[in-house]
C-alpha cells in the first residue's frame, strides 16, 4: 500500500519516549554518533565490541524512513492506512526497546529483526509458544543420571558432525515446542544411524494435545503453544513420527492426518536434564541436540552476537528451540572478558538472528536456558 495517508500517527508522545530513552541511552553508553555506513542500516549500535557502544540516532529519529525500508525488505503488507499508522507506531516503540535491549545486552547486537512491527505480546503470542507447567522449580521426571563432565572438548557443534537440518520457519502459529521436538528427535535419529531426516512438525501441531503429567492444564495445543516433553510421550504412544516430506508444514492446525504406515522415526524414551550447565554440556555431547526452553525476551530485537544481558528473568520460559552446541570465548563486556556461550537453533526463518541462530551466554542460566532441557531416545 502507499504511505501518503497515513502520517498521522500519534508522533508526540513517540517522540517524547525516544527523547528520553536518548538521553538515558546517552548517559549510559557514553556517545550518541552516529552510525555512518548503510550496512549499519539495520543495527541501532555499530561495531558490539567497542567500549562505547553508539546509538542510532538517525534510526530513531528517522523512524518513518526505516520503518519504509523496513517495509520493503521484509515484503510487508498493510490491510489500510490505519493499520500502516498503527504498525508504523509499534516499529517506533520497538526501536526504542531494542535501543534498550542494545543497553543491557551489550555484547550481542540489537536492531531491526523482521519482527519490528509486531507488539511484545503479540509476538509472543505467534512466534514463541512454550506453554510452561507452574513447577518448574521442583526435580524433573524422567531425570538423567549424572555424567562425567572431565575431558569435555572446549568448542562442539553438531552442525559440523551433519545432525542438524536446516533452520525451519514455524510463522505466525505458537508451534516452537514442535520444532524443538523434531530437532531433538532428527539429532537423535542421526546419531542412532548416521541418516539426517527433516521430520514433521505439522504432524504434532495437529494431532497431539497430549497434557504434562504434573500440571495438567499444560496440554500441546498447535499454534497455541505446548511442551517438549509432552510431545515425547505423545510420539511413545502414536508409534513414531512422519518425515517433512509425507507430512509437510501449514503452520496452521488442521486435522490429524497422522498415517502410522507412514512413520519414519519411532521414539523409545526420553529424559529430562539437571540445572547444571556442565551436565547439559556432557548430555550434548553425549545425546545429541538438546530440547531446550528459555525466555526469549531479548530474541525479537537479536541480530548477532553473545547474548549475555544483566537482567532476563529465568523462571519465565516461552519458548522452545534446539541446543546444537557451545563455545568458550565468547565476548562479554558487562561480565568483563571473554565467556562460554550456548549454540542455539531457532524456527524463525534463516532472515533473524546468526542464519537463524542464536548465541546465549554458558554458565549463567541465562534466561532459563537451563530450566526445561530434553533429550530423547530413538529406535532406528
Ligand atoms: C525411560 O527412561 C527412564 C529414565 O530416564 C527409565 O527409568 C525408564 O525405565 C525408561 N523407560 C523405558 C521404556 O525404557
Ligand atoms: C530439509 O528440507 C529442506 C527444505 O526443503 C531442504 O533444503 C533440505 O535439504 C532438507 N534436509 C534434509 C536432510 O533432507
Not at 531494542?98 to 545486552?105: P, S
Request: hydrophobic share 35%; with cysteine; proline share 4%.
Amino acid at each position: 500500500m502507499t504511505p501518503q495517508t497515513s502520517r498521522r500517527w500519534k508522533p508526540i508522545p513517540v517522540i517524547f519516549t525516544i527523547l528520553i530513552h536518548i538521553s538515558i541511552l546517552s548517559v549510559c553508553c557514553g556517545s550518541t554518533d552516529l552510525p555512518g555506513e548503510e550496512s549499519n542500516i539495520f543495527r541501532v549500535t555499530d561495531s558490539p565490541n567497542r567500549k562505547f557502544l553508539k546509538i542510532g540516532l538517525d534510526h530513531l529519529l528517522g523512524t518513518e524512513d526505516n520503518f519504509k525500508l523496513f517495509v520493503q525488505k521484509y515484503n510487508k503488507e498493510y490491510a489500510d492506512s490505519e493499520e500502516y499508522a498503527h504498525r508504523l507506531g509499534v516499529f517506533a516503540a520497538n526501536l526504542v526497546r531494542a535501543a534498550e535491549h542494545q543497553a543491557l545486552d551489550p555484547t550481542a547486537i540489537h536492531g531491526i529483526t523482521p519482527f519490528m512491527d509486531l507488539t511484545e505480546e503479540e509476538f509472543q503470542r505467534m512466534y514463541t509458544g512454550v506453554s510452561m507447567p507452574g513447577g518448574l522449580d521442583g526435580r524433573p521426571d524422567h531425570e538423567e543420571e549424572v555424567m562425567d563432565t572431565s575431558g569435555l572438548p572446549e568448542y562442539f557443534d553438531w552442525r559440523e558432525k551433519g545432525a542438524v537440518t536446516d533452520v525451519k520457519m514455524q510463522g505466525a502459529c505458537g508451534s516452537c515446542w514442535a520444532f524443538s521436538t523434531t530437532g531433538a528427535v532428527e539429532g537423535a535419529h542421526f546419531i542412532a544411524t548416521g541418516k539426517l531426516l527433516n521430520l514433521s512438525e505439522q504432524q504434532l501441531v495437529d494431532c497431539d494435545d497430549i497434557c504434562d503429567e504434573k500440571e495438567k492444564e499444560a496440554c500441546d495445543k498447535g499454534c497455541g503453544g505446548g511442551l517438549m516433553t509432552n510431545a515425547y510421550r505423545y510420539l511413545i504412544k502414536a508409534g513414531g513420527l512422519q518425515d517433512e516430506a509425507s507430512y509437510p508444514y501449514t503452520g496452521k492446525k488442521g486435522e490429524c492426518k497422522f498415517d502410522p504406515e507412514k512413520v519414519a522415526v519411532r521414539v523409545a524414551n526420553f529424559s529430562t536434564i539437571s540445572l547444571d550447565e556442565n551436565q547439559i554440556a556432557a548430555h550434548l555431547v553425549q545425546h545429541g541436540p538438546l530440547a531446550v526452553g528459555l525466555n526469549a525476551v531479548f530474541m525479537q530485537t537479536y541480530l548477532g552476537g553473545v547474548s549475555c544481558p544483566l537482567i532476563c528473568g529465568k523462571k519465565w520460559i516461552n519458548h522452545g528451540v534446539l541446543l546444537v552446541g557451545y563455545g568458550s570465548r565468547g565476548f562479554s563486556i558487562l561480565r568483563f572478558g571473554y565467556r562460554p556461550y550456548w549454540i542455539i537453533k531457532n524456527s524463525w526463518g534463516e532472515h533473524w538472528g546468526e542464519a537463524g541462530y542464536y548465541r546465549v551466554c554458558r554458565g549463567y542460566g541465562m534466561c532459563g536456558v537451563n530450566r526445561m532441557v530434553s533429550a530423547v531416545v530413538t529406535t532406528a
